[in-house]
C-alpha cells in the first residue's frame, strides 16, 4: 500500500488551495488519516485529521479555515484550505492508519506520504 500527498502551489493570502492524500494497493481499508505541516526551521505539527466514521479533529490555528474530507470509494483524504495566511506556509503531509487484509490475518500499518509545498505569499 502506498500513500502520496499532492495540491501544493504557491497561492496568495487570504486565497484557497485543495490538498490530496490518496492510497493505493490492495486489500486494504483505511482508519485514522492525518495532516502534518512543517515550516522551515519549525518542527512538524498536527494540522487536523479524520476518523473512520467521518469524526473530524483540527489545530486551532486552522479551525474554521481548513476542513478535511475523505472519499473512501477513491482512497482518498483531502483538505480544503480556505484564507490562507502566510504562517501556513509550510511542507504538508499525510498520514493514514491502515490495516493490511492478509489471508488469516490483518496487518496495522502507519502510513506517511512524502509531503507536499504549499507557499502563502502576502
Known amino acids: 500500500v502506498q500513500l502520496q500527498a499532492f495540491g501544493g502551489g504557491l497561492v496568495q493570502a487570504g486565497g484557497s488551495l485543495r490538498l490530496s492524500c490518496e492510497l493505493s494497493?490492495?486489500?486494504?481499508?483505511?482508519?485514522?488519516v492525518d495532516w502534518y505541516r512543517q515550516a522551515p526551521g519549525k518542527e512538524r505539527e498536527w494540522v487536523a485529521d479524520?476518523?473512520?466514521?467521518?469524526?473530524?479533529n483540527y489545530a486551532d490555528s486552522v479551525k474554521g479555515r481548513f476542513t478535511i474530507s475523505r472519499d473512501d470509494a477513491k482512497n482518498s483524504v483531502f483538505l480544503q484550505m480556505d484564507d490562507v495566511k502566510p504562517e501556513d506556509t509550510a511542507v504538508y503531509y499525510c498520514?493514514?492508519?491502515?490495516?493490511?487484509?492478509?489471508?488469516?490475518?490483518?496487518?496495522?500499518?502507519?502510513?506517511w506520504g512524502q509531503g507536499t509545498l504549499v507557499t502563502v505569499s502576502s
Open positions: 498520514k493514514a492508519d491502515v490495516v493490511i487484509h492478509l489471508i488469516g490475518a490483518n496487518r496495522d500499518r502507519q502510513l
Open positions: 494497493g490492495r486489500m486494504f481499508s483505511i482508519n485514522t
Open positions: 479524520i476518523t473512520k466514521g467521518g469524526r473530524t
